[in-house]
């Protein structure tokens, strides 16, 4: 009799690291993806710096290369975290627009506050509505039970 005690206190001790293993890896996951989630972020509000002082001051030393680049680099970040968490949505739709309301005419339009006043504002809200999409909800690291 003693023996199947011994052996069911194995049992569950092995049962006991399976599930803490489980619990690990779902907790290292969700730490990864709250880093990705953190890292487009930091690029959505790199990219609304960057627009607003290209479009605002006429004299900043941004460059529109520059500006496509922090739309390209917000896009890729984002890309990066659905390929985290592939259930997670790309809102496509969103960041095309952003990036419209960011890149028309951004060569041949005359730049400083006075003259853009609308299209600044405007990116502002974009961006706020961008960090408001479900995709860059950040998960708990770990699961509660309803």
Request: glycine share 4%.
């Amino acid at each position: 009799m003693r023996w199947l005690v011994a052996l069911a206190g194995w049992g569950m001790a092995l049962w006991g690291w399976k599930v803490r293993g489980r619990q690990s890896r779902e907790i290292a996951d969700n730490a990864e993806i709250n880093k990705a989630i953190d890292a487009a972020l930091d690029r959505i509000e790199k990219l609304e710096e960057t627009a607003i002082l290209f479009w605002k001051d006429p004299d900043a030393a941004i460059v529109p290369v520059q500006v496509n680049s922090a739309v390209d680099a917000c896009i890729f970040y984002t890309q990066q975290l659905i390929s985290l968490h592939p259930s997670r949505e790309l809102p496509t739709e969103l960041l095309s627009e952003l990036r419209k309301q960011v890149t028309t005419d951004i060569e041949t339009e005359t730049r400083g506050f006075d003259y853009q006043r609308t299209r600044i504002s405007r990116l502002v809200r974009m961006t706020g509505k961008l960090k408001r999409q479900p995709v860059y909800k950040k998960h708990s690291l770990i699961k509660k039970k309803t």
